[in-house]
Nanobody
Framework: QVQLVESGGGLVQAGGSLRLSCAAS????????MSWFRQAPGKEREFVAAISWSGGWTRYGDSAKGRLAISRDTAKNTVFLQMNSLKPEDTAVYYC?????????????????WGQGTQVTVSS
């Protein structure tokens, strides 16, 4: 059974930092992207960042560029999202996703596996 478990969310002041983790179990995702999406209340799920499992390619959504960094520890089957210079508009539930091919990496409906989400709240 495949599981994606996120951790690291919480409450932080504007300008602060958080590091999210996503631990995958049940299988490896070699050849597939692992990504972060986020969803704020009343808004659609938004692509944040993706990393290829074997090639180290990365891709970022417009909201992430320059402030967020995705990385992975292949040996531990874990993906990280380092978030710096956080803003109140970054407040959302952040979801880890896996299973999409790289050419569809920004499309939420292309992912087969999702975590339960972790809440990030940025106060002004």
């Amino acid at each position: 059974q495949v599981q994606l478990v996120e951790s690291g969310g919480g409450l932080v002041q504007a300008g602060g930092s958080l590091r999210l983790s996503c631990a995958a179990s049940g299988r490896t995702f070699s050849g597939y992207a692992m990504s972060w999406f986020r969803q704020a209340p009343g808004k659609e799920r938004e692509f944040v960042a993706a990393i290829s499992w074997s090639g180290g390619w990365t891709r970022y959504g417009d909201s992430a560029k320059g402030r967020l960094a995705i990385s992975r520890d292949t040996a531990k089957n874990t993906v990280f999202l380092q978030m710096n210079s956080l803003k109140p508009e970054d407040t959302a539930v952040y979801y880890c996703a896996a299973g999409a091919r790289w050419e569809y990496v920004t499309e939420a409906d292309r992912y087969n596996f999702w975590g339960q989400g972790t809440q990030v709240t940025v106060s002004s």
